[in-house]
């Protein structure tokens, strides 16, 4: 299995207008349809009788972007 995490962490106060959770999701899903690696996944065959290949497949933004804040001071700490 080939597991990733990843975290990003936000500092608004530098953001022109300010942050905004959707404009950055709707961000992301933009970038994304411009990778093709991570649109694909691989199915195998029933029983291996041939080779695995590589599909496109929906993304379920859901599922891999979350929104998490906190708690006050909100600091490396």
């Known amino acids: 299995h080939m597991h990733g995490v990843g975290v990003t962490i936000f500092d608004p106060s530098g953001v022109p207008g300010g942050y905004d959770y959707h404009a950055a999701r709707a961000e992301f ?3 994304l349809i411009r990778q093709p ?41």
């Open 29 to 31: 899903a933009r970038r």
């Open 37 to 77: 690696g991570f649109r694909r996944r691989l199915v195998e065959f029933p029983l291996g009788i041939d080779h695995p290949v590589w599909v496109e497949s929906r993304i379920d933004l859901d599922e891999h972007f979350v929104r998490a804040r906190l708690p006050l001071p909100g600091d490396q700490a």
